[in-house]
């Protein structure tokens, strides 16, 4: 039994593209702008953008043009040292493998994106996962007013701060246990950050 295709996986919206630089969409019968196409893409829709005179397949000009839209509104993506680079493989023997590469590339950052997206809403939404993330946090927070001055660690006999072998001494110790957990967790949360970038 065929299974039914939803939007994303329907066959890809033609949109045509007259002389005057008008976009008709051919599923809603409507003009369209270079702004509804880049929602389109945002949202995972398939379209192929032709020529309405001579039916050339033209969407990868028009996909370029949105990113130059999209970049001199200051949303920069591009840096100029990648730009240079990629200016400079025209040409070059390599030329035909960096597109394979440039979207692999992509595809493998994509994929990153979404499993920490996961993580973090496992983390901090339902179940035991975030009622320990929850604690963690508010032991971090306890833990930081505590300190008066960021960097310089307690001193015995001042005010506040336990003395060894006192009763408050051994539940600092247990927060101090529990503070080390808390760094650890953070600096493995940061290394996967920095992985992604």
Do not use: C
């Given at each position: 039994?065929?299974?039914?295709?939803?939007?994303?996986?329907?066959?890809?919206?033609?949109?045509?593209?007259?002389?005057?630089?008008?976009?008709?969409?051919?599923?809603?019968?409507?003009?369209?702008?270079?702004?509804?196409?880049?929602?389109?893409?945002?949202?995972?829709?398939?379209?192929?953008?032709?020529?309405?005179?001579?039916?050339?397949?033209?969407?990868?000009?028009?996909?370029?043009?949105?990113?130059?839209?999209?970049?001199?509104?200051?949303?920069?993506?591009?840096?100029?040292?990648f730009?240079?680079?990629?200016?400079?493989?025209y040409?070059?023997?390599?030329q035909?493998?960096?597109?394979?590469?440039?979207?692999?590339?992509?595809?493998?950052?994509?994929k990153?994106?979404?499993?920490f997206?996961?993580?973090?809403?496992?983390a901090?939404?339902?179940?035991?996962?975030?009622?320990?993330?929850?604690?963690?946090?508010?032991?971090?927070?306890?833990?930081?007013?505590?300190?008066?001055?960021?960097?310089?660690?307690?001193?015995?006999?001042?005010?506040?701060?336990?003395?060894?072998?006192?009763?408050?001494?051994?539940?600092?110790?247990?927060?101090?246990?529990?503070?080390?957990?808390?760094?650890?967790?953070?600096?493995?949360?940061?290394?996967?950050?920095?992985?992604?970038?």
């Amino acid at each position: 039994m065929a299974k039914s295709k939803t939007a994303n996986e329907s066959e890809p919206v033609v949109i045509k593209k007259y002389a005057n630089r008008r976009l008709y969409n051919t599923e809603t019968s409507s003009y369209i702008t270079l702004d509804l196409l880049s929602q389109m893409t945002r949202e995972g829709r398939e379209f192929v953008v032709v020529d309405a005179k001579s039916g050339e397949d033209i969407t990868h000009n028009v996909l370029t043009q949105i990113i130059m839209e999209e970049e001199q509104r200051g949303k920069n993506m591009l840096p100029v040292n990648f730009l240079r680079q990629l200016i400079a493989m025209y040409g070059d023997s390599m030329q035909s493998m960096v597109p394979q590469y440039l979207e692999s590339s992509m595809e493998a950052f994509r994929k990153n994106q979404q499993q920490f997206q996961e993580a973090m809403k496992g983390a901090f939404g339902g179940g035991p996962l975030a009622e320990i993330a929850k604690r963690n946090l508010q032991m971090f927070e306890a833990a930081a007013g505590a300190l008066k001055v960021p960097g310089i660690p307690g001193i015995p006999g001042m005010p506040g701060v336990a003395t060894p072998g006192s009763p408050a001494a051994a539940s600092d110790e247990s927060k101090d246990d529990e503070i080390a957990d808390l760094k650890a967790q953070l600096a493995a949360l940061n290394a996967k950050i920095d992985k992604l970038d």
